[in-house]
């Protein structure tokens, strides 16, 4: 208990960091660059899907019948001096990348690094875990944000990620994976289809499907809503799980016996057994499983 509670305390001050740094506007000195690229697959095939990774700003796919990847990316820096927009301006861009079916357009910073084997981006500024790492790594004296607008063939997958100052929207895209995540933002998602992984840390999600999804399926929050709009025929099994929110539907659903798993931990007293209890009922034939997490929020399941 007392790990999470550290955990979370060092989750929340990272938070408050990101947050305190960001007012653009506030800046004397500020510059904006519009970037355009186009990409496309390196194979056309069932499995396509497109990587996005952003760290501050937001991201806005919209699935078109073409076969490319068209993307915006608006790019902002601001300063108090010149030369550290002159500098901000170098060092931000976009990259992309590209492996077998996926294509992976991402951040481009001095604090960023990209593993094409793995698939793996990662932003390490505001890692304070090293003592080290902190004392030599070089302050960063602009601030900066990119804003996507993405194109992409209707019926690909995506996996989407953001972190700060920045909505995530979706609309039209229904490919066989939907993955899309957002820690600061909203996310909001219309007209789409697919295997569904979704979750927002303090923002609500709200989606609303083309097709029910065939697969199981992820909905998580920490402190926001989510409201999915589903069709009529919706065949699925709801595994849901809250501290403070409650779940509402106006489907017709039927209670099932509660799921608990037991976690086994040998301790110097003896054996500490926990009990995972979740709240379980179907709707329809309950064919697909779909999880709900939250902590705070509500979860609003309509048809």
Sequence with gaps: MKTIKISLLLLFFNILFINAQYKIEEKKYNKVETITEEYEFLEQSPDNIVVIDNVYGSIDVEGYNGKTIQIEVVKKVAADTKQDVAEGMQEIGVKSARKGDAVYIYLDSPYSKFDLKTGIFEHSEFNFGSRRNYKHRKKRTYKYRLDFKVKVPKNVSIDIKAINKGNITVDNVQGKLLI???????????????????????????????????????????????NVLFKEDLDAEISYKTMNGSFYT?????????????????????????????KNFTIGKGNILFHFDQLNGDAIVKK
Excluded: C
């Excluded at 933002?185 to 789409?192: C, P, Q, W």
């Excluded at 798993?261 to 500490?272: A, H, M, W």
């Design 250 to 278: 106006n489907f017709t659903v039927e209670k099932t016996v509660p799921k608990v798993s037991k976690t086994r931990k040998e301790l110097k007293k003896g054996v500490k057994y926990k009990l995972n209890k979740r």
């Design 180 to 226: 899309v995540h957002n820690v600061n933002g909203a996310i909001d998602m219309t007209n789409v289809a697919g295997q569904t992984d979704v979750n927002a840390l303090n923002k609500d999600i709200n989606i609303t499907y083309a097709k029910n999804p065939t697969k199981e399926s992820w909905f998580n929050s920490l402190n926001g809503d989510i």
